[in-house]
């Protein structure tokens, strides 16, 4: 794969510019901790319900964001989106620690059951994504936004599935391929994926 068009500085002007803050903005860490706060929201009342959804966005959005920050700053990685798969292995088991860690606690405190199945998911999620990123770079993002839509639509419903969330899908597939972050197998490889992650707790009773 060629290198992606905003891998320098100098080069993130314009339309790289706009896609990349897109890309950062629409990032998995902010789109879970959004639906968590939406989650936790459906089922208890505000105060309540925007405190578990802190602890949640916490512990799994912003601890493993917190992490690779640092491995940025110290030379552990190389740049923010970590093309280099070999990079990606601490972020991954820190994120799954972190949201393992989540988890434990949610079930101790009898959390909203939509919050303890989201968490669940997450931790799937990056279980099978730290795997993969053993010999294949899958699009997190492309993961991340098509586990939303599919989210949104058992929890929420298909309707406001298609209209709220799928246009995000079309353009952070678009915009990962504009930066030649991704391949398009990649992209596809990231949407079957985090489809399939959703669907495997449905026998399990959740999102349902």
């Not at 009898?110 to 990056?126: G, K, W």
């Not at 993969?132 to 639509?153: D, E, Y």
């Not at 799928?166 to 079957?192: D, E, M, N, S, W």
Request: charged share 10%; with cysteine; net charge positive.
């Amino acid at each position: 794969m060629s290198k992606p068009r905003d891998h320098h500085v100098h080069h993130r002007i314009g339309a790289v510019k706009a896609a990349r803050l897109f890309s950062n903005i629409v990032s998995p860490p902010v789109m879970f901790a959004v639906l968590g706060l939406a989650f936790s929201l459906r089922e208890l009342p505000f105060w309540p319900g925007f405190g578990y959804a802190a602890v949640y966005g916490l512990m799994v959005s912003l601890a493993p964001i917190l992490v690779i920050l640092y491995l940025l700053k110290t030379g552990h990685i190389a740049e923010l989106h970590m093309s280099n798969t070999r990079e990606r292995h601490i972020p991954y088991l820190s994120a799954i620690v972190c949201t393992g860690l989540a988890y434990l606690l949610f079930v101790t405190l009898n959390a909203p059951e939509l919050l303890r199945c989201l968490t669940l998911f997450n931790i799937i999620e990056l279980i099978v994504l730290s795997i993969i990123n053993f010999f294949f770079l899958i699009s997190i993002h492309a993961t991340g936004i098509m586990a939303v839509f599919v989210l949104v639509g058992l929890v929420y419903g298909w309707t406001l599935a298609v209209v709220a969330v799928l246009p995000f899908v079309l353009l952070v597939c678009y915009v990962r391929l504009y930066l030649k972050r991704h391949t398009p197998a990649q992209i596809i490889a990231g949407l079957l994926l985090g489809a399939l992650s959703v669907i495997w707790l449905l026998p399990f009773g959740c999102f349902t």
